[in-house]
């Protein structure tokens, strides 16, 4: 926090204990009563961490999806053109194609 915020902070801090000081004991009293009697109704009673558990299981579901989704698949399509790709890389001819060239350009007469 900046300067400002820190003296707004502390005066706004004295405030509030002053007006705490000034709650006379049957009234203090009260809202200590009523402050314990939430507590005992709440349900999760200090176990706040549960709820955690499925928002935790929900980011994962989503990330996994998100994961996915962004791998990019295979594609029979792609495979096919890979391996006729392959096929024709394997051949002599396209191997010696420079030469093959050559040959067709110096033609010796029969």
Avoid at 14 to 25: H, L, M, Q, T
Avoid at 72 to 84: A, G, L, M, S, W
């Amino acid at each position: 926090m900046n300067e400002d915020n820190e003296i707004f902070v502390y005066k706004l801090r004295n405030r509030f204990e002053e007006s705490v000081k000034g709650i006379d004991a049957t009234t203090l009293s009260k809202i200590r009563q009523t402050r314990a009697q939430v507590l005992a109704k709440s349900k999760y009673k200090g176990k706040n961490y549960l709820i955690w558990i499925p928002a935790g299981a929900f980011a994962s579901v989503c990330m996994a999806l998100l994961v996915f989704s962004i791998v990019p698949q295979r594609n029979v399509e792609d495979q096919t053109f890979i391996d006729e790709i392959n096929i024709i890389s394997d051949l002599d001819l396209y191997e010696n194609l420079d030469f093959y060239e050559w040959l067709e350009q110096h033609e010796l007469p029969s």
